[in-house]
Protein backbone atom coordinates (compact mmCIF):
# COMPACT_ATOMS: atom_id res chain seq x y z
CA UNK A 1 0.00 0.00 0.00
CA UNK A 2 1.32 3.33 -1.19
CA UNK A 3 0.53 5.94 1.88
CA UNK A 4 0.92 9.55 2.44
CA UNK A 5 0.70 10.82 6.02
CA UNK A 6 0.07 14.46 6.84
CA UNK A 7 2.47 15.85 3.73
CA UNK A 8 2.93 19.51 4.10
CA UNK A 9 5.43 21.51 1.55
CA UNK A 10 6.33 25.39 1.32
CA UNK A 11 8.26 27.12 -1.03
CA UNK A 12 9.12 30.48 0.06
CA UNK A 13 6.14 31.33 2.40
CA UNK A 14 3.53 29.66 -0.27
CA UNK A 15 2.32 26.82 1.13
CA UNK A 16 1.81 23.91 -2.12
CA UNK A 17 0.88 20.72 0.06
CA UNK A 18 -1.21 21.84 3.25
CA UNK A 19 -0.98 18.27 5.59
CA UNK A 20 -2.19 15.81 2.51
CA UNK A 21 -3.33 12.50 3.10
CA UNK A 22 -3.80 9.83 0.97
CA UNK A 23 -3.63 6.02 0.54
CA UNK A 24 -3.85 3.48 -2.43
CA UNK A 25 -3.63 0.00 -2.43
CA UNK A 26 -2.46 -1.66 -5.33
CA UNK A 27 -4.76 -2.67 -9.03
CA UNK A 28 -6.68 0.89 -7.24
CA UNK A 29 -6.48 4.04 -9.86
CA UNK A 30 -6.68 7.01 -8.07
CA UNK A 31 -6.67 10.75 -10.12
CA UNK A 32 -5.54 13.98 -8.42
CA UNK A 33 -7.51 16.75 -10.77
CA UNK A 34 -6.84 20.47 -9.84
CA UNK A 35 -6.14 23.45 -11.73
CA UNK A 36 -2.59 24.46 -12.62
CA UNK A 37 -0.21 25.38 -9.58
CA UNK A 38 -1.91 23.69 -6.73
CA UNK A 39 1.07 21.06 -6.09
CA UNK A 40 -0.01 18.14 -7.94
CA UNK A 41 3.39 17.33 -9.68
CA UNK A 42 4.96 18.39 -6.41
CA UNK A 43 2.84 15.86 -4.73
CA UNK A 44 4.37 12.89 -7.45
CA UNK A 45 7.64 14.18 -6.53
CA UNK A 46 7.02 14.07 -3.03
CA UNK A 47 6.15 10.38 -3.03
CA UNK A 48 9.40 9.74 -4.37
CA UNK A 49 11.50 12.28 -2.97
CA UNK A 50 12.60 14.39 -5.55
CA UNK A 51 11.49 17.02 -3.77
CA UNK A 52 11.60 16.50 0.54
CA UNK A 53 8.49 17.22 2.06
CA UNK A 54 8.65 19.61 5.12
CA UNK A 55 6.26 17.54 7.30
CA UNK A 56 4.65 14.30 7.43
CA UNK A 57 5.53 10.80 5.76
CA UNK A 58 5.17 8.80 3.00
CA UNK A 59 4.80 4.59 3.40
CA UNK A 60 5.50 2.63 0.94
CA UNK A 61 4.25 -1.22 1.97
CA UNK A 62 4.82 -0.76 5.49
CA UNK A 63 7.91 1.14 5.06
CA UNK A 64 8.40 4.57 5.71
CA UNK A 65 10.79 6.45 3.34
CA UNK A 66 13.34 8.57 4.01
CA UNK A 67 13.87 11.59 0.84
CA UNK A 68 17.44 12.59 2.18
CA UNK A 69 19.01 9.03 2.00
CA UNK A 70 20.01 9.27 -1.64
CA UNK A 71 20.97 5.17 -1.62
CA UNK A 72 17.92 4.10 0.26
CA UNK A 73 15.42 6.28 -2.21
CA UNK A 74 16.60 3.93 -5.06
CA UNK A 75 15.36 0.77 -4.16
CA UNK A 76 11.94 2.92 -2.83
CA UNK A 77 11.93 4.22 -6.59
CA UNK A 78 12.15 0.62 -7.84
CA UNK A 79 8.91 -0.31 -6.32
CA UNK A 80 7.18 3.04 -6.97
CA UNK A 81 7.88 4.59 -11.01
CA UNK A 82 7.06 8.37 -11.68
CA UNK A 83 6.38 8.92 -15.52
CA UNK A 84 7.19 12.34 -15.75
CA UNK A 85 5.17 15.10 -17.83
CA UNK A 86 7.80 15.63 -20.48
CA UNK A 87 9.22 12.49 -21.82
CA UNK A 88 12.71 12.78 -20.07
CA UNK A 89 14.48 10.82 -22.49
CA UNK A 90 18.57 10.64 -22.53
CA UNK A 91 19.53 12.90 -25.87
CA UNK A 92 22.35 11.02 -26.77
CA UNK A 93 20.86 7.69 -26.89
CA UNK A 94 18.30 5.77 -29.24
CA UNK A 95 14.91 4.91 -28.44
CA UNK A 96 15.89 1.52 -27.94
CA UNK A 97 18.93 1.76 -25.56
CA UNK A 98 16.72 4.72 -23.47
CA UNK A 99 14.53 1.45 -23.07
CA UNK A 100 17.40 -0.90 -21.93
CA UNK A 101 18.89 1.80 -20.22
CA UNK A 102 19.98 -0.10 -16.47
CA UNK A 103 17.86 -3.04 -17.12
CA UNK A 104 18.46 -6.62 -15.92
CA UNK A 105 18.74 -8.75 -18.65
CA UNK A 106 15.18 -10.61 -17.49
CA UNK A 107 13.50 -7.20 -17.07
CA UNK A 108 13.62 -7.09 -21.14
CA UNK A 109 11.42 -9.47 -21.64
CA UNK A 110 8.07 -7.79 -21.28
CA UNK A 111 9.21 -5.50 -23.98
CA UNK A 112 7.07 -6.59 -27.09
CA UNK A 113 3.95 -6.67 -24.51
CA UNK A 114 4.39 -3.33 -23.20
CA UNK A 115 5.14 -1.73 -26.28
CA UNK A 116 1.66 -3.16 -27.93
CA UNK A 117 0.16 -2.11 -25.38
CA UNK A 118 1.16 1.85 -26.06
CA UNK A 119 0.28 0.78 -29.74
CA UNK A 120 4.32 1.29 -30.77
CA UNK A 121 6.47 -0.88 -33.28
CA UNK A 122 9.68 -2.03 -32.97
CA UNK A 123 11.30 -0.51 -35.97
CA UNK A 124 10.95 3.44 -34.23
CA UNK A 125 13.40 2.15 -31.41
CA UNK A 126 15.97 2.54 -33.90
CA UNK A 127 15.87 6.39 -33.48
CA UNK A 128 17.17 8.95 -31.53
CA UNK A 129 14.25 11.08 -29.23
CA UNK A 130 14.69 13.62 -31.24
CA UNK A 131 13.67 12.23 -34.88
CA UNK A 132 10.31 10.98 -33.23
CA UNK A 133 6.80 12.78 -32.25
CA UNK A 134 6.64 14.42 -28.64
CA UNK A 135 3.53 11.51 -28.40
CA UNK A 136 6.04 8.71 -29.65
CA UNK A 137 8.78 10.04 -26.65
CA UNK A 138 5.92 9.89 -24.05
CA UNK A 139 4.71 6.22 -25.64
CA UNK A 140 8.18 5.26 -25.18
CA UNK A 141 9.10 6.96 -21.89
CA UNK A 142 5.89 5.16 -20.35
CA UNK A 143 7.33 1.85 -21.76
CA UNK A 144 10.58 2.62 -19.81
CA UNK A 145 8.63 2.90 -16.74
CA UNK A 146 6.76 -0.63 -17.26
CA UNK A 147 9.74 -2.35 -18.17
CA UNK A 148 11.03 -1.93 -14.12
CA UNK A 149 7.13 -3.28 -13.67
CA UNK A 150 6.58 -1.62 -10.05
CA UNK A 151 4.37 -1.82 -7.56
CA UNK A 152 2.83 1.35 -8.13
CA UNK A 153 3.06 4.04 -11.29
CA UNK A 154 2.70 7.50 -10.99
CA UNK A 155 1.97 9.18 -14.19
CA UNK A 156 2.18 12.86 -14.54
CA UNK A 157 -0.57 14.11 -17.22
CA UNK A 158 0.13 11.68 -18.98
CA UNK A 159 -2.56 12.31 -21.80
CA UNK A 160 -1.65 16.01 -21.74
CA UNK A 161 -0.35 16.76 -25.55
CA UNK A 162 -1.74 13.55 -27.14
CA UNK A 163 -4.38 13.42 -30.00
CA UNK A 164 -7.87 11.84 -28.87
CA UNK A 165 -6.49 8.27 -30.48
CA UNK A 166 -3.65 8.08 -28.28
CA UNK A 167 -5.27 9.67 -25.44
CA UNK A 168 -7.41 6.07 -25.46
CA UNK A 169 -4.19 4.29 -26.23
CA UNK A 170 -2.87 5.63 -23.11
CA UNK A 171 -5.98 5.06 -20.90
CA UNK A 172 -6.63 1.09 -22.30
CA UNK A 173 -2.63 0.89 -20.88
CA UNK A 174 -3.39 2.22 -17.92
CA UNK A 175 -6.09 0.02 -17.82
CA UNK A 176 -4.11 -3.22 -18.68
CA UNK A 177 -1.40 -2.17 -15.91
CA UNK A 178 -3.82 -2.16 -13.00
CA UNK A 179 -5.56 -5.72 -14.63
CA UNK A 180 -2.12 -7.57 -15.36
CA UNK A 181 0.14 -6.43 -13.39
CA UNK A 182 -2.12 -5.32 -10.32
CA UNK A 183 -0.15 -2.32 -10.29
CA UNK A 184 -1.45 0.88 -8.18
CA UNK A 185 -1.60 4.25 -10.00
CA UNK A 186 -1.77 7.41 -9.25
CA UNK A 187 -2.76 9.73 -12.20
CA UNK A 188 -2.15 13.81 -11.95
CA UNK A 189 -4.63 15.37 -14.80
CA UNK A 190 -6.62 17.61 -16.33
CA UNK A 191 -8.34 15.33 -18.15
CA UNK A 192 -11.92 15.19 -16.37
CA UNK A 193 -13.64 12.23 -18.82
CA UNK A 194 -10.30 10.00 -18.32
CA UNK A 195 -10.41 10.40 -14.55
CA UNK A 196 -14.37 9.62 -15.09
CA UNK A 197 -13.63 6.75 -16.66
CA UNK A 198 -10.34 4.90 -15.20
CA UNK A 199 -10.63 6.19 -11.31
CA UNK A 200 -11.16 4.05 -8.85
CA UNK A 201 -11.33 7.24 -6.93
CA UNK A 202 -10.72 11.04 -7.37
CA UNK A 203 -9.30 13.40 -5.51
CA UNK A 204 -9.36 17.04 -5.88
CA UNK A 205 -7.04 19.87 -4.66
CA UNK A 206 -6.93 23.25 -4.06
CA UNK A 207 -4.29 25.89 -2.46
CA UNK A 208 -2.98 22.79 -1.16
CA UNK A 209 -5.51 21.28 0.05
CA UNK A 210 -7.74 18.05 -0.21
CA UNK A 211 -11.06 19.41 -0.95
CA UNK A 212 -12.91 16.22 -2.00
CA UNK A 213 -12.08 13.15 -1.92
CA UNK A 214 -14.39 10.02 -3.33
CA UNK A 215 -15.61 8.02 -6.33
CA UNK A 216 -16.35 9.46 -9.62
CA UNK A 217 -19.74 8.83 -9.33
CA UNK A 218 -19.64 11.31 -6.38
CA UNK A 219 -17.17 13.36 -7.95
CA UNK A 220 -19.48 13.90 -10.57
CA UNK A 221 -22.72 14.17 -8.67
CA UNK A 222 -21.10 17.01 -5.86
CA UNK A 223 -22.41 20.79 -5.68
CA UNK A 224 -19.28 22.27 -4.88
CA UNK A 225 -18.63 24.92 -7.49
CA UNK A 226 -14.97 24.15 -8.29
CA UNK A 227 -15.78 20.29 -9.23
CA UNK A 228 -19.23 21.90 -11.10
CA UNK A 229 -16.53 23.86 -12.88
CA UNK A 230 -14.27 21.08 -13.65
CA UNK A 231 -17.25 18.85 -14.94
CA UNK A 232 -18.48 21.69 -17.50
CA UNK A 233 -15.78 20.48 -19.72
CA UNK A 234 -16.57 17.22 -19.39
CA UNK A 235 -20.09 17.99 -20.27
CA UNK A 236 -19.05 19.62 -23.26
CA UNK A 237 -17.25 17.11 -24.21
CA UNK A 238 -20.33 14.43 -24.01
CA UNK A 239 -22.18 16.46 -26.27
CA UNK B 1 31.67 37.47 4.02
CA UNK B 2 28.80 36.03 2.46
CA UNK B 3 30.57 35.48 -0.79
CA UNK B 4 33.08 34.01 1.16
CA UNK B 5 31.33 31.19 3.25
CA UNK B 6 29.59 30.45 -0.31
CA UNK B 7 32.61 29.78 -1.89
CA UNK B 8 33.70 27.75 0.95
CA UNK B 9 30.57 26.05 1.26
CA UNK B 10 31.03 25.36 -3.05
CA UNK B 11 34.05 23.99 -2.49
CA UNK B 12 33.28 21.39 -0.10
CA UNK B 13 30.31 20.38 -1.77
CA UNK B 14 32.54 20.01 -4.69
CA UNK B 15 34.66 17.74 -2.40
CA UNK B 16 32.19 15.83 -1.65
CA UNK B 17 30.59 15.30 -5.04
CA UNK B 18 33.99 14.16 -5.88
CA UNK B 19 35.04 11.77 -3.28
CA UNK B 20 31.04 10.06 -3.77
CA UNK B 21 31.38 9.59 -7.41
CA UNK B 22 35.51 8.49 -7.31
CA UNK B 23 34.36 6.09 -4.63
CA UNK B 24 31.51 4.61 -7.18
CA UNK B 25 34.07 4.14 -9.58
CA UNK B 26 36.63 1.70 -7.31
CA UNK B 27 33.34 0.25 -5.85
CA UNK B 28 31.28 -0.40 -8.73
CA UNK B 29 34.09 0.17 -11.08
CA UNK B 30 32.80 0.87 -14.61
CA UNK B 31 31.93 -1.12 -17.89
CA UNK B 32 34.23 -1.11 -20.56
CA UNK B 33 31.82 -0.51 -23.48
CA UNK B 34 31.27 2.50 -21.89
CA UNK B 35 34.24 3.88 -20.92
CA UNK B 36 34.84 3.56 -24.83
CA UNK B 37 31.96 5.42 -25.60
CA UNK B 38 32.32 8.20 -23.44
CA UNK B 39 36.11 8.38 -24.41
CA UNK B 40 35.24 8.63 -27.68
CA UNK B 41 32.80 11.41 -26.94
CA UNK B 42 35.09 13.97 -25.12
CA UNK B 43 38.10 12.92 -25.81
CA UNK B 44 38.81 11.76 -29.76
CA UNK B 45 36.66 14.34 -30.82
CA UNK B 46 39.15 16.89 -29.13
CA UNK B 47 42.34 15.48 -30.65
CA UNK B 48 42.61 17.88 -33.49
CA UNK B 49 42.17 20.74 -31.45
CA UNK B 50 44.53 19.90 -28.89
CA UNK B 51 47.54 18.66 -31.71
CA UNK B 52 46.91 22.01 -33.71
CA UNK B 53 47.51 23.84 -29.92
CA UNK B 54 50.31 21.23 -29.04
CA UNK B 55 52.41 21.92 -32.16
CA UNK B 56 51.67 26.26 -31.97
CA UNK B 57 52.22 26.51 -28.08
CA UNK B 58 55.54 24.49 -28.64
CA UNK B 59 56.32 26.74 -31.81
CA UNK B 60 55.37 30.11 -29.37
CA UNK B 61 58.09 29.30 -26.75
CA UNK B 62 60.62 28.11 -29.07
CA UNK B 63 60.32 31.19 -30.51
CA UNK B 64 60.38 33.31 -27.25
CA UNK B 65 63.44 31.39 -25.59
CA UNK B 66 65.11 32.07 -28.87
CA UNK B 67 64.42 35.67 -28.55
CA UNK B 68 66.39 35.59 -24.84
CA UNK B 69 69.20 32.69 -25.82
CA UNK B 70 70.03 34.82 -29.00
CA UNK B 71 71.78 37.71 -27.21
CA UNK B 72 74.23 35.48 -25.59
CA UNK B 73 74.74 33.28 -28.37
CA UNK B 74 73.36 30.68 -26.54
CA UNK B 75 70.56 29.31 -29.58
CA UNK B 76 72.54 25.60 -29.35
CA UNK B 77 70.46 25.31 -25.78
CA UNK B 78 67.31 25.85 -27.66
CA UNK B 79 66.02 22.59 -27.97
CA UNK B 80 66.76 21.53 -24.10
CA UNK B 81 65.56 24.97 -22.38
CA UNK B 82 62.02 25.94 -24.31
CA UNK B 83 61.20 21.45 -23.83
CA UNK B 84 62.00 21.93 -20.12
CA UNK B 85 59.98 24.75 -19.73
CA UNK B 86 57.15 23.26 -21.83
CA UNK B 87 56.53 19.62 -20.59
CA UNK B 88 57.39 21.54 -16.72
CA UNK B 89 54.95 23.94 -16.63
CA UNK B 90 53.65 26.31 -19.74
CA UNK B 91 52.81 23.46 -22.14
CA UNK B 92 50.26 21.20 -19.43
CA UNK B 93 48.86 24.85 -18.63
CA UNK B 94 48.03 26.30 -22.09
CA UNK B 95 46.83 22.96 -23.24
CA UNK B 96 44.43 22.58 -20.00
CA UNK B 97 42.89 25.54 -20.77
CA UNK B 98 41.70 24.56 -24.10
CA UNK B 99 40.39 21.74 -22.69
CA UNK B 100 38.60 23.21 -19.78
CA UNK B 101 36.77 25.74 -22.51
CA UNK B 102 36.51 22.56 -24.97
CA UNK B 103 35.73 19.49 -22.97
CA UNK B 104 34.87 20.66 -19.58
CA UNK B 105 32.06 23.15 -20.64
CA UNK B 106 30.88 20.97 -23.13
CA UNK B 107 30.36 18.35 -20.34
CA UNK B 108 28.90 20.86 -18.01
CA UNK B 109 26.39 22.01 -20.74
CA UNK B 110 25.01 18.66 -21.17
CA UNK B 111 24.78 17.31 -18.09
CA UNK B 112 22.86 20.65 -16.82
CA UNK B 113 20.53 20.25 -20.16
CA UNK B 114 20.14 16.80 -18.57
CA UNK B 115 19.12 18.31 -15.17
CA UNK B 116 16.76 21.11 -16.09
CA UNK B 117 14.87 19.07 -18.16
CA UNK B 118 14.32 16.11 -15.89
CA UNK B 119 16.25 13.55 -17.84
CA UNK B 120 18.69 13.16 -14.51
CA UNK B 121 15.24 12.55 -12.06
CA UNK B 122 13.58 10.47 -14.54
CA UNK B 123 16.64 8.55 -13.70
CA UNK B 124 16.39 8.32 -10.01
CA UNK B 125 12.78 7.30 -10.75
CA UNK B 126 13.88 4.25 -12.57
CA UNK B 127 15.51 3.16 -9.75
CA UNK B 128 18.85 4.04 -10.91
CA UNK B 129 21.51 6.20 -9.17
CA UNK B 130 22.52 9.35 -12.04
CA UNK B 131 26.28 9.48 -9.61
CA UNK B 132 26.40 5.60 -10.96
CA UNK B 133 25.41 5.53 -13.99
CA UNK B 134 25.74 9.02 -15.98
CA UNK B 135 28.44 11.15 -13.86
CA UNK B 136 30.90 8.43 -12.89
CA UNK B 137 31.40 7.30 -16.03
CA UNK B 138 31.69 10.72 -17.73
CA UNK B 139 33.88 11.88 -14.44
CA UNK B 140 36.68 8.79 -15.62
CA UNK B 141 36.37 9.07 -19.39
CA UNK B 142 36.57 12.97 -19.17
CA UNK B 143 39.88 12.48 -16.14
CA UNK B 144 41.90 9.93 -18.54
CA UNK B 145 40.35 11.63 -21.63
CA UNK B 146 42.38 14.98 -20.65
CA UNK B 147 45.18 13.36 -19.61
CA UNK B 148 46.14 11.51 -22.93
CA UNK B 149 45.21 14.32 -24.52
CA UNK B 150 47.41 16.46 -22.16
CA UNK B 151 49.89 14.56 -22.78
CA UNK B 152 49.35 14.12 -26.74
CA UNK B 153 49.71 17.59 -26.49
CA UNK B 154 53.03 18.24 -24.61
CA UNK B 155 54.59 15.28 -27.11
CA UNK B 156 53.28 17.58 -30.13
CA UNK B 157 54.80 21.07 -28.16
CA UNK B 158 58.52 19.67 -28.63
CA UNK B 159 57.55 18.61 -32.54
CA UNK B 160 56.00 22.21 -32.84
CA UNK B 161 59.53 23.38 -31.14
CA UNK B 162 61.70 21.58 -33.93
CA UNK B 163 59.63 22.59 -36.88
CA UNK B 164 59.73 26.33 -36.15
CA UNK B 165 63.56 26.39 -34.93
CA UNK B 166 64.47 24.45 -38.09
CA UNK B 167 62.21 26.52 -40.54
CA UNK B 168 62.27 29.75 -38.85
CA UNK B 169 65.41 30.07 -36.13
CA UNK B 170 67.98 28.09 -37.94
CA UNK B 171 68.39 25.93 -35.58
CA UNK B 172 69.09 22.43 -36.69
CA UNK B 173 66.65 19.74 -36.00
CA UNK B 174 69.60 17.42 -34.65
CA UNK B 175 70.97 20.07 -32.46
CA UNK B 176 67.58 20.98 -30.83
CA UNK B 177 66.77 17.09 -29.75
CA UNK B 178 70.45 16.85 -28.90
CA UNK B 179 70.33 19.24 -25.69
CA UNK B 180 66.71 17.84 -24.66
CA UNK B 181 68.26 15.53 -22.62
CA UNK B 182 70.63 17.73 -20.80
CA UNK B 183 67.79 20.11 -19.90
CA UNK B 184 64.94 17.43 -19.49
CA UNK B 185 65.24 15.33 -16.53
CA UNK B 186 62.94 12.41 -15.12
CA UNK B 187 61.79 15.02 -12.69
CA UNK B 188 60.71 17.11 -15.74
CA UNK B 189 58.67 14.80 -17.33
CA UNK B 190 57.13 12.99 -14.20
CA UNK B 191 56.24 16.84 -12.87
CA UNK B 192 54.64 17.24 -16.62
CA UNK B 193 52.66 13.98 -16.33
CA UNK B 194 51.72 14.56 -12.56
CA UNK B 195 50.34 18.05 -13.35
CA UNK B 196 47.97 16.72 -16.86
CA UNK B 197 46.54 14.17 -14.71
CA UNK B 198 45.28 16.89 -11.95
CA UNK B 199 44.56 19.04 -14.57
CA UNK B 200 42.44 16.11 -16.25
CA UNK B 201 40.88 15.57 -12.36
CA UNK B 202 40.03 19.13 -12.19
CA UNK B 203 38.15 19.69 -15.72
CA UNK B 204 36.15 16.45 -15.23
CA UNK B 205 35.54 16.93 -11.41
CA UNK B 206 34.52 20.77 -11.59
CA UNK B 207 32.37 20.42 -14.93
CA UNK B 208 30.46 17.28 -13.99
CA UNK B 209 29.74 18.54 -10.29
CA UNK B 210 28.34 22.17 -11.95
CA UNK B 211 26.63 20.87 -14.61
CA UNK B 212 25.10 18.26 -12.06
CA UNK B 213 23.88 21.11 -9.88
CA UNK B 214 22.23 23.20 -12.55
CA UNK B 215 18.95 24.31 -11.77
CA UNK B 216 16.02 26.56 -13.48
CA UNK B 217 16.24 27.12 -17.05
CA UNK B 218 18.18 27.59 -20.02
CA UNK B 219 20.20 30.63 -18.87
CA UNK B 220 21.06 28.48 -15.80
CA UNK B 221 22.90 26.40 -18.46
CA UNK B 222 24.80 29.22 -19.82
CA UNK B 223 25.68 30.00 -16.09
CA UNK B 224 27.18 26.78 -15.46
CA UNK B 225 29.08 26.49 -18.36
CA UNK B 226 30.71 30.24 -18.01
CA UNK B 227 30.95 28.84 -14.02
CA UNK B 228 32.86 26.06 -15.34
CA UNK B 229 35.16 28.08 -17.28
CA UNK B 230 35.87 30.78 -14.85
CA UNK B 231 36.66 27.86 -11.92
CA UNK B 232 38.53 25.31 -13.91
CA UNK B 233 40.72 28.65 -15.17
CA UNK B 234 41.21 29.85 -12.05
CA UNK B 235 42.08 25.85 -9.77
CA UNK B 236 44.32 24.99 -13.03
CA UNK B 237 46.73 28.30 -12.14
CA UNK B 238 46.12 27.40 -8.27
CA UNK B 239 47.07 23.80 -8.78
CA UNK B 240 50.32 24.29 -11.22
CA UNK B 241 51.41 27.31 -8.43
CA UNK B 242 50.94 24.97 -5.70
CA UNK B 243 52.39 21.89 -8.11
CA UNK B 244 55.77 23.85 -9.28
CA UNK B 245 55.99 24.71 -5.35
CA UNK B 246 55.85 21.85 -3.54
CA UNK B 247 58.21 20.24 -5.79
CA UNK B 248 60.66 23.18 -5.77
CA UNK B 249 60.83 23.05 -1.74
CA UNK B 250 61.02 18.95 -1.90
CA UNK B 251 64.03 19.21 -4.68
CA UNK B 252 65.84 22.10 -2.55
CA UNK B 253 65.46 20.01 1.03
CA UNK B 254 66.60 16.69 -0.94
CA UNK B 255 69.73 18.61 -2.59
CA UNK B 256 70.81 20.24 0.82
Known amino acids: ?239 | MPDLKELMGSIGNWFLFSKRVIGLFFREGISRKVLIQQMYQVGVRSMVTTCVAGIFVGAILAIQINLQLKDFGAQSFLGGLSTSTTIRNLGPVLIAFLLSGRVGAFSSAELGTMAITDQLNAIRCLGLNPLAVIIMPRLVALTISSFLLLVLGLGLTVFGGIIISSIYLNVNPLQFVSHIPQFVSGSSIFIGVLKSFLFGLIIGTISCFVGYKTTGGAEEVGRSVRRTAVVTLVSIIVIDFLVSFVVESVTQLIMS
Not at chain 1, 105 to 112: D, T
Not at chain 1, 149 to 168: A, K, N, Y
Request: some cysteine; proline content about 3%.
Open chain 1, 1 to 239: MLELKSITKKFANKVVLNSVNLRLQRSQILFVLGRSGVGKSVLLKTIVGLIPQDRGEVWINGEKTDPLNEEKMVTVRQKCGLVFQMPALLDSLTLQENLEFGLEGNQKSGLRKYLDWVQLSEGVLSRYPSEVSFGTQKKVSVVRTLLREPQFILFDEPTTGLDPVSREVTNQMIRNVVKESETGCVVVSHDIQSAIELANSIMLLDEGRVVFEGTPEAFRNSDQGLIRSFCKGMVVLDA
